[in-house]
């Protein structure tokens, strides 16, 4: 469940801003052998993780999309969730990117942060506290899901990028 008090636009924005500019500085100042250290969700490294952020960037403005559609009525289907469920998805996503450079996956994760920032700024304040639900299934108003998975599930993954090294294995 996302926050009961969704950020504000330009709130939104900052913190979209933010959490993008740190975890880009994080990424280029690690050295690629720190990104292939580590196990985190799903047995991931530092790098795979980037590649779960940079893939899943391209939806947040998908969802805005979706929640600018007129309301379902009473009774209709509720919108798509992901193919397979939300861990299937994110292990395709993570698979097909295996090959990908660490900076091709940051240039990734950049052009789609930048897509949705520009959606953000587009939408009034009105359609963020529309309620919506993530293929991933965070329920909430549209401001406080997308704080919930693009700015603090962000955050989250770097702190887990930050201790790639830190497994406590030899």
Do not use: C
Not at 24 to 42: K, V
Not at 79 to 89: E, W
Request: aromatic share 4%; proline share 6%.
């Amino acid at each position: 469940m996302a926050a009961q008090h969704p950020p504000g636009k330009a709130d939104l924005l900052a913190a979209l801003r933010q959490s993008a500019a740190e975890l880009e500085a994080t990424i280029r100042a690690l050295p690629e052998a720190t990104l292939a250290r580590g196990r985190y969700e799903n047995g991931w490294n530092g790098r795979q993780i980037l590649a779960h952020v940079a893939s899943i960037e391209w939806t947040y403005p998908r969802l805005i999309a979706l929640a600018a559609q007129p309301a379902a009525e009473p009774g209709a289907a509720p919108p798509a969730t992901a193919r397979g469920g939300i861990d299937s998805y994110n292990e395709r996503q993570v698979q097909q990117r295996a090959g990908v450079p660490t900076a091709e996956l940051l240039d990734e994760f950049v052009r789609n942060r930048a897509a949705l920032m520009d959606a953000v700024s587009a939408v009034d304040e009105a359609l963020l506290a529309r309620p919506v639900r993530s293929a991933g299934g965070i329920s909430g108003t549209l401001g406080s899901v997308l704080d919930a998975v693009a700015v603090r599930h962000v955050i989250g993954h770097l702190r887990d990028i930050e201790g790639s090294g830190d497994t406590g294995e030899e």
